[in-house]
């Protein structure tokens, strides 16, 4: 029987990881493995609280969310990685969603989003999920994978800082893997749209996206993104 590892990233989330632990907790049931905070050295109580919770919190030796991801990956032991940001909930049936997905031939997959506002232009944004398209493979969708995928390809590279969930799903359907869909969507948090507008939100995105395909430096997007946005 398969069982599913969720690993979520984090940084200074104490306000929100132990709601969204518990949640995963009494919707996963006996599906789920373990629950793994890797933290990337917060400086507020975001470990003692997902502990506290019931999640196995540790600490990454390196910060970053491919690197902290990794981390949490190396000391799972489901059968099936599921990989949330630490504002995002998947629907209540995240769990059988997974499990049905690997019993019929998917490899790895995602949700569709669906943002906790009530501003229209989202919805936009949001439409755009439910296709297969390069600008949807970001994190906030969450990514499941099996474990032998995931040490196929070698899992996240950890020295990257920015584009790490664009880059895993590019690597991992270059295998020929099945990618799965959800017709659903995750609760994604709109913070970061709350924080700036729409538009220079989109801005920011296109423009790594851009320097990403061109090959700009790590070091150059991280940069670049945080001039454009005032996030976090």
Not at 43 to 72: F, P, Y
């Amino acid at each position: 029987m398969q069982h599913i590892s969720i690993i979520i990233p984090t940084y200074n989330e104490a306000d929100g990881i132990g709601k969204l632990v518990q949640y995963l907790q009494e919707h996963g049931g006996s599906h789920v493995k373990d629950i793994i905070v890797s933290d990337g050295g917060s400086i507020d109580d975001t470990m003692s609280v997902a502990a506290a919770a019931g999640a196995i919190a540790t600490l990454s030796s390196d910060k970053g969310r491919a690197a902290q991801m990794n981390h949490g990956a190396s000391i799972a032991t489901g059968s099936i990685f599921y990989f949330v940001h630490a504002d995002t909930f998947p629907p209540v049936t995240y769990a059988l969603d997974i499990l049905t997905a690997i019993n019929s031939s998917y490899a790895f997959g995602r949700y569709r989003t669906k943002f906790d506002s009530d501003k229209k232009i989202l919805l936009f944004n949001a439409w755009f999920t439910r296709f297969d398209l390069f600008i949807c493979y970001g994190g906030d969708q969450t990514l499941f994978m099996q474990r032998k995928l995931f040490d196929q390809i070698g899992g996240f590279n950890s020295s990257m800082r920015i584009m790490e969930d664009y880059d895993i799903v590019t690597r991992a359907k270059s295998t020929g893997a099945r990618y799965k869909i959800f017709s659903s969507a995750a609760l994604v948090s709109a913070r970061k749209y709350d924080t700036n507008s729409w538009l220079r939100v989109q801005t920011a995105n296109y423009t790594i996206i851009r320097m990403y395909k061109k090959g700009a430096s790590q070091n150059e997007m991280v940069h670049r993104y945080r001039e454009l946005l005032n996030y976090r």
